[in-house]
Every structure is written in structure tokens, then in C-alpha cells.
């Protein structure tokens, strides 16, 4: 166990998984990402650039991603705007790419504090056109850790772009944690990758399709590889569900802040669950309309205005009633605020 | 058993990393533990604050909005917490910086005048590692032993140096709070 | 002495310009943001510009700039702050519309915005201020930090290998047709402050005059980043990055001496 900030140990566990390369640009509250790795991909030798803008470094991502090899790129939500145009060319060309985004306060240059507010932005599609990034949500420095170990394997398996979405919190907070063991780099380069076509056919990686008929039988096979996603890799944890009559769902900090709120509300006696999704794409929709089924009522806390509450509500339907409770602008809510949404709509759930 | 502590003062005065040097020494002692700061530009000359919590069990909000205990380095950190503390919490207070009085009933207080005896012991930069052991000796959280053993394990490269003068801060620290008759020793 | 005379007797010599708000600003002890922003505001005063005025704030420590500066203002997106002065300037010609801009956002992240509002003549002022650093962000590594300065980004000094050479602006604008007057001054001691102070005037005067584009770059201090107490960051400044960064006039053009 070691005592690590969630900027860096996201950082060192890019590293001990076989980070080739990084490109970034600063930016609170992710910086002390790329200033960990301004230290140790130096040391190490690997390349290490801070890029002039987020613009030119998901574009440098692009390029070291053609050339197969384990990269990624961190920032914050005004940062990830930029970088939009090269995510959605990334998705465009199936290549393997890992992002990792410390959400801030916005809209615009808001704040630095953490934030939840931009949900929409990276589970819909993170930039134009139809894709869905898979998206991970750690709610602790260990599970920062896991899920960018978890990124690149993911991101490679599927050629797919994976997104480690996490509120500012989780990137400055400390706390013990296991970093993974020092692996040692691929020496390999997949076989789709541009490296020279010496003693093969060429290889070509494009996003451009201008026949419609192509560009729809590309899309349907994106499509049908984020069916297979869908069933596949939905992660979250569960408290308390069994016996539960109201059902809190909560991801990120809030997710973490609510199981405090959930163990007082048991404490007085009332029969509360916790479920935190840990993939944000894919959403764990079927145990959520599962448990919808058995419970009276549902109350979604976020940090932000009511954005993962619409994929809770597709999951839902007309199973359960579904209430909401948010903060924005980089407040945290605390757990007695969480505690008093509980109690407020939980006479309602059991009626 | 699970501790929620603040500390807050200017930024400058320590008050990240006495938060941290707990947390470590939490974390070698067997704990669960979770650190979080105040993080931008208010920092800059503002009071800055960090947030401990210290369990025996996996934790779940690193935020709290009612402190166990909190250790304010001056004045405006003690005009924020003095009404927030729970009651039968504890109150630290840099009585070098702060002078006013606690209104609060229900309030454990240690008053200790951490700047002028870390300028005795060599520096005010001390301050914070007295804070600490004035705490520990107060609300036995942790050894008070662990908070040496991590500050020997933890201290940046550049002030190993100040080792020796850190431990004798803690142990005066820990020495003025245990000479003093304070309520509310468990 | 002035200072036995009465009240009434007394005169001003020094006060606060018209174009400064009656504020404290978040600035670190010793930073010469602060005198930077004197001497624009200054400049508006001595021009009568304080009713037509509009600074576009960029991000980095100058991001509250709009608080500061008692005229209208707004706040631009990281390095896009040339393309909104831009969009600004067009619809209000007879305007003074001019940015303020750190070496991130002008050198790195908004490097085409500011070369094509150079590029296009587009007669609106860049107020520069280069101190080789991020200073909001806590001390990365600048497009203009000298080779082997240590950052929290270049922990092992700036390499030239790994982060390249370092930028430097006014040579680069002028080389462009459409700049106008483009200048280095620096902060460091009282003449190049009064020297500034000047070229920032001409600057504004040659927007008015509608002869093209405008920047005055100004080598600045960062203390807080740095590392250093006030007086050694100016004399890093005089020392370090005036050899690398010449000041001087870089490009004048004839239509600016008739002014
Ligand atoms: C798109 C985007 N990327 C990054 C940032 C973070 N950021 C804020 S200020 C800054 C750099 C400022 O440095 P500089 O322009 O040199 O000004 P200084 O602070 O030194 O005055 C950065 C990278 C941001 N706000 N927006
Ligand atoms: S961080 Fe540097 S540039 Fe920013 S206000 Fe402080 S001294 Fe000035």
C-alpha cells in the first residue's frame, strides 16, 4: 500500500502498464498527472510531450495510436471540448486509445472544483458522429488505479476509445492504494498498425468513407461491436440491495459520498441500497431495471444537473417513481444533504 | 471507530502536509484513510484546508461538513470551524495567531501556542508538526510514535535535515497537551 | 514639505488611473502583472479611451483582468482571445478593443489565432506579458521557457531535444505584412517601465488609427513560479531572458512615426 494522490497514481499505473507514450497539455485539476509523467517517461525514455495545445495533443495521441502503441492523453473538461474533433476521428479509424478526464466545473471557464457536468459530453459520443466511448468512473484512488489498468486492456481488445472519467476529487484526493507490478513494454506492433509495410500488404488508417453504403456498413460494424460491449462490460457495485425499498444510484464521488448517506439512513432503520455504476458506457441498464422491479422508488444523486438520471430513467420506465438530487457548479454535496433527499422521498417509496 | 478532521489555516503555514503526515501515519498504523485539500487559486495567500478521515472500515465520503475535530492555524480558519465542530468534538487552536474566545459550550478545546514554540524550536515553519503532537497527546487517534515513524518515512529529500528538530516539535507538541488539564481525554 | 502642507494645499503627484478599478487584485507579492496593468490602464486614461475601451481577458493569471480594469470586458476562451477581439473590432471599428494575454495562452495554445489576427492586419493591440512560465496553472513549462529552465513540467530543466526551442513571438509577428507595431519591452527596472509604458500608448494609437495590428510584448516576473523573492526574479529578468529575448522594436511601420 502507498499513499497516493489520484493525478498521480492514475499516472504511475499508465506507466507500470506499459505507457509508450504521452502527450498533454496542462490543466488544474489534472496537472499533476502530466507532471508526474514529465518525470518518469523521461527517466524511463519514453516520449513525453507537453503539446501547445489539447487540440495538438489528442492529435499526437492519433498519430502514436496509428503506429500501435500503448497511448494516451489526460485533461480537464474544457481541455476534453478541444480534443473533441480528434476523439471522434480516433473512434472513426478503430484504433485503440486511452483518455483520461478530470471533470471540472463549467460551463465555459467555470471553475476549477470537482464536477460531474459533463456526462452527457463523454458517454453520448466525445465529439461528432455515432459512437459511444466506453467510460469508466472510479470512485477512489484504487479504483483509478484498476480502471486505467482495465483502460488499456479494454481499449485494445475492443480497438475501441476508453475514457476514464473522473470529478476533480477523485484526482486530488490521497489515499492508499496498490499500484500494479512494472510491466515490461510490448515489443510487438499489431498487425493493423503503420509501421512500414515491409513484407506486407500496406496498411491504412482513414475515418473517410464517401460512398454511403461503405461509411453505413462501417457504422453498422461499429455498431454491432458496441452491441457486444454493451453485454459484456457493464461493471458497478452494490450495497445493501436486497432487502432495499428505496434504491440510491450514485457514480464518482457522489456515488461514494451517498454510500455514507445510505449506511446512516440503515442506521435509523430504513431499508436503503446503494448502486454505484462503475462503467458509465456501457450503463448497467439491465440490473437497474431489475432492481427497479423490487424496490419502491429510486433517488439518482449527481454532480451536476440530472444527466446519468436519463439513462437511469430509460433503465426504470414506469417501474419505480425516480427522484433526483443534484449539486453543480464543483459542489460536493455532503452526506447529511444526501440523507435528507433519502428521507424525503423515502416515505414516498414505501407508500 | 471512524476520526473526521480539518485542518485549516494559511497557505504556507503546513496545513496540507500536517494532514498528509497523518494520513501516512493512519495508513501505517493499519487504517483506512482518505486526504483531501482545498485545491486552487484561493490557495494563493488564502487559507488553504485538507480534510482527514481516519476508519477502521472502508470509507465512504471523503467530505464532511461537521469536523470531529478540528485544528485551525488562525484566524479566519478558527472563525470557520469554531461553529462547525460537532458537539463534545475538539477544537485546536494556534493560540500564537488566535486569541478570541470559544463561545461554543459542548466543545473541547486545546489552546497551544504552536508558532511561538515552533520559533523555540528553531522555526515557525514548525507550527504545524506541533499542532500535531499537541493533538495526539489530546485524542489518542494514533501513537503518537506512528506520527515520528512517518515523518521519518515521509519527510521530502530536500528537509531530511530538519528530521531531528520535526520530532522535537511533535514531542513538545505532545508535552504541552499533556500537561495541561484538558477535558474530554477518553 | 508636501507632506506638512495642508489637505487643500496638497498636490497630486501619483494616483490611481481612472482606468484601474479601486480593487486588490489576487496577484502574488512582486508579480509585475500589476505594473503591466498600470500602465495599460495608463495609457487609456492619458487617450481618453475609458468610454470606448473593451479588453478581451485571456486565461491564465491575468484570467480576472476584467475585474480589474474599470472599462467593458470579457473573457476569452484559453488562446482564443485575438479571434474574439477580432469578431469585437468588426463590428466596432471606432472602438479600442485589445487583449491581454500570458505566454500559454498567446505562444501555445492560441498560436494560430494570434498569427492570422497579425496576418489579417487586424487592427486590434496584443499586450503580451512573458514570464517564461504557466503561472496559473502552478508552473509548467512555457512555450517561451528558456532552455534548461526548470519547471514542473521540465523537472530536469528544459530540454531542447524532448520540449523543443522556445518562441519568440515579436520576431515571428514581424515577419507578417498585416502587423503594424511590434515591440519587446520588459518590467524589470523603472526605464523599460517607462518605456513600456510608451510603446503601449503608440500601440493603441496605432489601433485608432486603423494602420493594422499591434502587440507589445513584455518581459515579465513570475516570483511565485520561479522560485525566487521579487528582486531576484527582476534580475533574472534583466539577466536571463533579456539576452534571449532582445528588447527592441521589431517592427515599425512608416505610417506609425507620423502619428
Ligand atoms: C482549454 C484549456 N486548457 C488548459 C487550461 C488551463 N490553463 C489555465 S491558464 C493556463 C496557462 C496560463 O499560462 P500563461 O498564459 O503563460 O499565463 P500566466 O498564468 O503565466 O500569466 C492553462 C494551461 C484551460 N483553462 N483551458
Ligand atoms: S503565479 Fe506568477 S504570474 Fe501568477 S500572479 Fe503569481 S507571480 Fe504573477
Known sequence: ?351 | MQHELIFSGFGGQGVMFAGQLLAYAAMDTGYHVTWIPSYGPEMRGGTAHCTVVISDKPIGSPVVRRPQIAIVFNKPSFDKYEPLVRPGGLLVINSSLVDDPVTRERLDVLRIPATQMAEQVGTPRLTNVVLLGALLAERPILPVNALCDALDAHIPAHRRNLLPQNIEAVRRGAAYAGDFETMGIP | MMRDAPISDRVVVYERPQALADIHTHYCPGCTHGISHRLVAEAIDELGLNDRAIIVASVGCSVFSYNYFDIDACEAAHGRAPAMATGLKRVSPDRLVFTYQGDGDLASIGTAEIIHAAARGEPVTAVFVNNAIYGMTGGQMAPTSLPGQKTTSSPFGRSTDIAGFPIRMSEVLAELDGSAYIVRRSLHNVKEIRRAKKAIKTAFKVQMAGLGFSMVELLSTCPTNWGMSASDALTWVADTMVPYYPLGDYRVIDAVKDL
Open chain 1, 1 to 351: 500500500m502507498e499513499m497516493l494522490k489520484g493525478n498521480v497514481a492514475i499516472a504511475e499505473a499508465a506507466i507500470r502498464v506499459g505507457l509508450e507514450a504521452y502527450f498533454g497539455y496542462p490543466i488544474t485539476p489534472q496537472t499533476e498527472l502530466l507532471e508526474h509523467l514529465s518525470r518518469r517517461m523521461v527517466e524511463l525514455d519514453r516520449p513525453f510531450v507537453q503539446a501547445e495545445s489539447e487540440v495538438a495533443a489528442i492529435n499526437m495521441v492519433y498519430g502514436a495510436a496509428c503506429a500501435g502503441v500503448r497511448v494516451m492523453t489526460s485533461s480537464s473538461s474544457p481541455g476534453i471540448s478541444l480534443m473533441q474533433e480528434g476523439l471522434s476521428y480516433i473512434a472513426g479509424s478503430d484504433i485503440p486509445c486511452v483518455l483520461v478526464d478530470i471533470m471540472r466545473g463549467g460551463p465555459g471557464l467555470g471553475n476549477i472544483l470537482p464536477s460531474q457536468g459533463d456526462y452527457f459530453q463523454i458517454t453520448r459520443s466525445a465529439g461528432h458522429g455515432d459512437y459511444r466511448p466506453i467510460v469508466l468512473a472510479p470512485a477512489s484512488v484504487q479504483e483509478a488505479i484498476d480502471f486505467t489498468v482495465l483502460a488499456f486492456d479494454l481499449a485494445e481488445k475492443y480497438r475501441h476509445l476508453v475514457i476514464v472519467a473522473a470529478d476533480g476529487q477523485i484526482g486530488q484526493m490521497m489515499e492508499p492504494a496498490e499500484l500494479p507490478a512494472m510491466r515490461p513494454l510490448r515489443t510487438a506492433r499489431p498487425d493493423w498498425a503503420l509501421t512500414g509495410k515491409a513484407g506486407r500488404e500496406k496498411n491504412v488508417i482513414t475515418s473517410i468513407y464517401l460512398k454511403g453504403e461503405e461509411m453505413e456498413a462501417y457504422n453498422q460494424r461499429v455498431q454491432a461491436r458496441i452491441a457486444t460491449i454493451r453485454t459484456a462490460e457493464q461493471r458497478w457495485v452494490e450495497t445493501d440491495t436486497e432487502d432495499a425499498d428505496l434504491l440510491v444510484i450514485g457514480f464518482g464521488t457522489a456515488g461514494r459520498v451517498a454510500y455514507s448517506a445510505v449506511e446512516e439512513a440503515r442506521a435509523k432503520g430504513l431499508n436503503v441500497g446503494l448502486l454505484r455504476p462503475q462503467s458509465l458506457f456501457p450503463f448497467p441498464t439491465e440490473r437497474i431495471a431489475e432492481l427497479a422491479q423490487q424496490v419502491s422508488g429510486i433517488l439518482v444523486v449527481e454532480m451536476n444537473a440530472g444527466q446519468m438520471l436519463e439513462d437511469v430513467r430509460l433503465a426504470v420506465g414506469t417501474s419505480a417513481p425516480v427522484d433526483f438530487y443534484g449539486r453543480m457548479g464543483g459542489m460536493v454535496p455532503m452526506p447529511d444533504e444526501i440523507l435528507t433527499a433519502i428521507e424525503d422521498v423515502y416515505p414516498v417509496a414505501i407508500r
